[in-house]
């Protein structure tokens, strides 16, 4: 069974920084892409950041860029979300994800392009 497990979340000042982690354990497995995806209270989960590791390409929603970063490690599936600048808005819990089988890039921006799921990490910013 494969299982992603975020860390890294916290409380932190707007303005502040943050770097989430997510590393799978579990059997051994090969993904396509990873992602990072928030839900705030009362919200529905929305799409941030995520890499394609042919290529490097990455995606970002439009609120965050400039400000997050996704990077990661293929060989070991591992993804982080560098956060800069953070604002009240950007509280939530975040989640990873990892794509598994082969689809369109049009997919990585969206939560059924992906196969799991990590159980999320709060992340709270303080005004």
């Known amino acids: 069974q494969v299982q992603l497990v975020e860390s890294g979340g916290g409380l932190v000042q707007a303005g502040g920084s943050l770097r989430l982690s997510c590393a799978a354990s579990?059997?051994?497995?090969?993904?396509?892409?990873m992602g990072w995806f928030r839900q705030a209270p009362g919200k529905e989960r929305e799409f941030v950041a995520a890499i394609k590791w042919s290529g490097g390409n990455t995606y970002y929603a439009d609120s965050v860029k400039g400000r997050f970063t996704i990077s990661g490690d293929n060989a070991k599936n591992t993804v982080f979300l560098q956060m800069n600048s953070l604002v009240p808005e950007d509280a939530a819990v975040y989640y990873c994800?990892?794509?598994?089988?082969?689809?369109?890039?049009?997919?990585?921006?969206?939560?059924?392009?992906?196969?799991?799921w990590g159980q999320g990490t709060q992340v709270t910013v303080s005004s």
């Open positions: 579990g059997r051994t497995f090969s993904s396509y892409g």
């Open positions: 994800a990892a794509q598994t089988s082969w689809r369109t890039s049009y997919t990585y921006t969206r939560s059924y392009g992906y196969d799991y």
